[in-house]
């Protein structure tokens, strides 16, 4: 079943043209939580998406799967783990894949939680 908004013009391109268009976060004011934004280009087949947070060790701080989207725009919270003192530098990596193939190049942004 496919389900795409009566408004959708855009061109749905095949899986080897889908990618990550765009990636942001921004970090929640009590600093434990992050929203993140993304976008990719519409698809005719849905992709599978993985997303993960890591510290500046580059510790696994977050992540989350999301399996055969509907939209091409997403918006989500992460929550920060394990951490007592969340401020400092955050990498957040988004990688787009089809299980059967192909994958797309992984969108990587740097990030800072500030002193709260």
Same mark, same amino acid.
């Given at each position: 079943m496919d389900f795409f #908004?009566?408004?959708?013009? %855009?061109?749905? #391109?095949?899986?080897?043209q889908v990618q990550?268009?765009? #990636?942001?976060?921004?970090p929640y004011p009590d600093g434990r939580r992050v929203r993140v934004n993304l976008e990719m280009t519409? &698809?005719?087949?849905?992709?599978?998406i993985e997303v993960t947070l890591t510290d %500046?060790?580059?510790?696994?701080?977050?992540s989350t799967s999301i399996i055969e989207p509907l939209s091409w725009?997403?918006? &989500?919270? #992460?929550?920060?783990?394990?951490?007592d003192d969340p401020r400092g530098a955050y990498t957040l990596n988004a990688l787009l894949?089809?299980?059967?193939?192909?994958? %797309?190049a992984p969108r990587t942004i740097t &990030?800072?939680?500030?002193a709260q």
């Amino acid at each position: 079943m496919d389900f795409f #908004l009566p408004d959708d013009l %855009a061109p749905r #391109l095949p899986p080897e043209q889908v990618q990550i268009t765009v #990636l942001t976060a921004e970090p929640y004011p009590d600093g434990r939580r992050v929203r993140v934004n993304l976008e990719m280009t519409p &698809f005719q087949t849905r992709p599978h998406i993985e997303v993960t947070l890591t510290d %500046a060790e580059g510790a696994e701080v977050a992540s989350t799967s999301i399996i055969e989207p509907l939209s091409w725009k997403q918006e &989500f919270t #992460l929550h920060i783990r394990g951490k007592d003192d969340p401020r400092g530098a955050y990498t957040l990596n988004a990688l787009l894949y089809y299980p059967d193939g192909p994958e %797309a190049a992984p969108r990587t942004i740097t &990030f800072e939680v500030p002193a709260q």
